[in-house]
């Protein structure tokens, strides 16, 4: 059996797959990786395959195009490690994890969690992240980690960083035998770890930032999404029902009335396409949102000292009924949005 097993979704993804699969294949023989091709388009199952030859821990699956979700389904079915981590195809995971990997074996943690590095351009930034002195969660921690899934936000505590972002984890593979990600809902992450964290009895924290998000354009998660709205809403009731034994905990309950506000704004965002949509269409669509009964919890309870000064603004907006004005500030950030990546383009060619 092999230590970990490695899962990584793959849509098209030719250009970044060399990083990716180099750092990857530094992790020696004691590491299973598993490749899913989630049916590309460009050159990446060619390359999947090539850099698959006389590596007899490497598994390669071609399967016809379902998402990230379904192709990380994919890979857990065939996973043979004890743990498991996901990568995906434009990030890359830091080989040095399989180092410290060894080091906590012995203790059988059911998730080990670790840093996360953010490039953007040429910016760089380490994400932060909250870790006990002795590396190990109690309970109390555990309920705010929980917190935390649903959604809490309180600047006042380093709480735990990228919970939600499954990448930056190790899962003992026997704890999260059966949870699988749900391909009917956006924001599967959040879903996935609340779903895994109610099997965990021993969390560790690492202090080192093993996992590099690279924001992409076009990748999975930074495209336009007709229909996101629907998803959102079977997300929030499938936290809902995984999080009902804790909803008499204030933080997560004040956490839930988070997230159902943060689908709403991201279902805004990722639902239209602003540079082109009419604002008889658009605050048609805000209006159609507002009334979904989740959403409107957020709208209607949540406390607003959770927000920056820019999302109180446009809170006051949406709690208002102000669609046209709200309208109006995203088609113009939109606008400026791609004179800028067009004026990028030009500078570079």
């Known amino acids: 059996m092999y230590l970990v097993s490695v899962i990584v979704p793959v849509y098209n993804a030719g250009r970044y797959l060399d990083r990716c699969l180099t750092e990857l294949e530094r992790m020696g023989p004691e590491t299973q990786l598993i490749l899913v091709d ?27 195009n379902g998402g ?12 043979e490690g004890k743990y498991i981590i996901f990568c995906d195809a434009d990030d890359m995971l830091d080989h040095r994890v399989i180092d410290d990997l060894k080091r906590l074996d012995g203790n ?39 917190a935390l899934i649903v959604g809490y936000r309180d600047e006042r505590k380093l709480l735990f ?39 965990c009895r021993s969390i560790y924290f690492l202090a080192e930032s093993y996992y590099h998000y690279y924001t992409i354009e076009n990748s999975y998660s930074h495209r336009l999404y007709p229909g996101i709205e629907v998803k959102a809403a079977r997300m929030l009731n499938e936290i809902s029902r ?6 008499g905990c204030p933080e997560i309950a004040r956490g839930f009335e988070y997230r159902c506000y943060d689908f709403f704004k991201w279902s805004m965002v990722a639902g239209i396409d602003w540079t082109h949509v009419s604002r008889r269409e658009a605050v048609e669509f805000m209006k159609k949102l507002a009334g979904n009964e989740k959403f409107r919890i957020g709208i209607e309870k949540m406390n607003t000292d959770l927000l920056s000064l820019r999302d109180r603004r446009e809170f006051t907006l949406v709690r ?30």
């Not at 992240?129 to 309970?139: A, V």
């Not at 995984?242 to 909803?247: I, T």
């Open 108 to 146: 059988n943690y059911d998730l080990i969690q670790f840093g996360v590095v953010s490039h953007c351009g040429e910016q760089e930034e380490t994400a932060e992240l909250f870790r006990p002195t002795s590396g190990e969660l109690s309970p109390e921690e555990m309920l705010d980690l929980i």
């Open 68 to 79: 990230p979700s379904d192709a990380r389904n994919a890979g857990l079915a065939v996973a």
């Open 161 to 199: 960083g990228y919970f939600g972002l499954v990448t930056c984890k190790i899962f003992r593979r026997e704890a999260i035998k059966g949870v699988r990600f749900d391909t009917a809902v956006v924001g599967e992450d959040t879903l996935f770890d609340a779903e895994a964290v109610k099997n």
């Open 320 to 349: 208002r009924g102000r669609y046209g004005t709200i309208y109006g500030f995203k088609r113009l950030t939109h606008i400026k949005q791609r004179a800028k990546q067009r004026l990028k383009h030009l500078l570079r060619h």
């Open 242 to 247: 995984c999080m009902e034994g804790y909803m």
């Open 38 to 64: 989630d049916g590309s388009a460009d050159d990446s199952l060619a390359i999947l395959r090539n850099f698959q030859k006389d590596k007899p821990n490497v598994a390669v699956i071609a399967k016809e």
